[in-house]
DNA sequence: TCTAATACCATGTTATTCCATGATGGATTG
DNA sequence: CAATCCATCATGGAATAACATGGTATTAGA
């Protein structure tokens, strides 16, 4: 299982690209370099974990039930599966960040990667430090 | 086994061609280029899934004991059995939406495909905004 | 034969892959 | 101990491939 720690801060091209942080990809199953990554629920942050989580996330979803009893698009399982995208990880070890996720986070030319264990996250330099507090300033 | 995830909205034609997004064609077995829909049971949408979800349905209703249990009809499985379709997608990655099915989910010019893991829906954008509440916007 | 469904082809746009460069740090060797 | 070599990493740009989409041709069914 991977275990995604410490903090760093990459750059972020017109495309969108940015590398992951090499720690975090030395984590992923190598047979499997991607991760899969949300818009946060609950903050100006992009969620991000590998690819074993979403299928957990989705064994929780009876999809059969899903289908006879109502009241589905509320379902927090089904948001997560529903608003989540996999990135493969190229060979230079980078993603792509679709626009409607920078967006979300206010990210333009800089992310922060946020190692949270399990998971981790993608913040804006600013919303970062704005979200933490004042003791952070030592980011770059 | 295939997970679909994700948000994708793309355009209709006048014969009811749409192509399925390439995401989720590529978590279809390669030597079986095809989904089944059917009109959801609970929502104005069109519920959609790979060919072996529906054998696994099938099995659900062996199971039921057809000889002894009245009414059959009603049972969820053979509802969504007798309901559903099994689209084949052509070369370029494209489905023909029947016209019932359009009509259920009030699909006009464009589709709305929504991963829920195992399966996905597909809406009209004006529904899934609505079924989903205020709170979407950025569905391009 | 006429209509409708299916297969085929063409095109612009977008995304992905490939290659080159600079920076960094560890290890090896003089 | 210092200089050099080598591997990894982040980053930018360009070439290439994939994708969505509209249109046309061909086939099949009524």
Same mark, same amino acid.
């Given at each position: ?25 030395? +984590? /992923?199953?190598? &047979?499997?370099?991607?991760?899969? *990554? !949300? $818009?946060?629920?609950?903050? #100006?942050?992009?969620?991000?974990? =590998? ?34 995208? +996999? /990135?493969?990880? &190229?060979?230079?070890?980078?993603? *792509? !960040? $679709?626009?409607?996720?920078? #967006?979300h986070a206010?990210i333009? =030319? ?31």
């Open positions: 299982m991977p275990l995604f720690s410490s903090t760093y801060t990459n750059k972020v091209d017109k495309k969108g690209r940015v590398s992951v942080p090499a720690p975090f990809r030395s +984590t /992923l199953p190598s &047979d499997d370099q991607s991760i899969s *990554v !949300l $818009p946060s629920l609950v903050s #100006k942050a992009i969620e991000g974990f =590998d690819y074993s989580y979403l299928t957990q996330i989705s064994e929780r979803l009876d999809n059969y039930d899903m289908m006879t009893v109502p009241g589905q698009p509320s379902n927090p399982a089904a948001k997560i599966l529903s608003r989540s995208m +996999t /990135l493969s990880i &190229d060979s230079d070890g980078r993603i *792509v !960040l $679709p626009q409607e996720f920078m #967006k206010g333009s =030319d800089r992310a922060v990667f946020v190692g949270l264990g399990k998971t981790f996250q993608i913040w804006s330099p600013e919303e970062y430090t704005a979200a933490m507090g004042q003791d952070e300033e030592e980011l770059m």
